[in-house]
């Protein structure tokens, strides 16, 4: 699968397309194929996404407390946020699912496009040793500002 129209969305071309396409692998279609599915970068990429989004709400909004912080970075990393992303780039169109999976509509499922978000985001972040990942999602969280001003009613300083 040619992942060009991908990288030019996201802003980021992967040295390692072999990653990319592990990110892009559904647990279907790991055990359907007997390869490595997505699961393992999908848990790293959630904990840069909860670290980097806790960090740009920490820096951007000093107004806040702890617990409004909190349910902020839960609104702005949860799966709707996610499954946004994931139809801004397209995600569905270079996903790999197994034959039960696909037949179930799995190209639509929120859950499984906001997952591979989350694994795209680790492998981001070993391809390019952290530093354009950093970049790439900031920029993500600086969209959602609004979202986060109607959330807390702050404005950035």
């Keep these: 699968m040619d992942f060009t129209k991908l990288e030019q969305s996201i802003g980021y071309t992967f040295k390692d397309k072999n990653l990319l396409k592990k990110a892009l692998t ?8 007997h ?9 790293l ?11 740009y709400i920490y820096k951007n909004y000093p107004k806040l407390k702890e617990g409004e912080m909190t349910k902020v970075r839960a609104e702005v990393v949860c799966e709707e946020s996610l499954y946004e992303v ?4 397209h995600f569905s169109d270079f996903l790999y699912l197994g034959k039960s999976e696909a037949v179930s509509h799995g190209r639509q499922k929120p859950a499984i496009l906001a997952d591979s ?3 795209v985001i680790a492998a981001i ?10 970049k790439i999602y900031c920029n993500k969280f600086k969209r959602s500002s ?12």
């Design 35 to 43: 390869v490595e599915s997505n699961e393992k970068l999908e848990f």
């Design 45 to 55: 990429g959630d904990s840069i996404l909860e670290f980097l989004s806790s960090k």
């Design 117 to 119: 978000v989350e694994a």
């Design 26 to 33: 559904h647990t279907s279609y790991a055990y359907d194929n």
């Design 86 to 89: 994931s139809q801004k780039h």
């Design 125 to 134: 972040y070993f391809d390019s040793r952290f530093r354009r990942g950093r």
């Design 146 to 157: 609004r979202r986060i001003k109607q959330k807390c009613r702050y404005e950035r300083p």
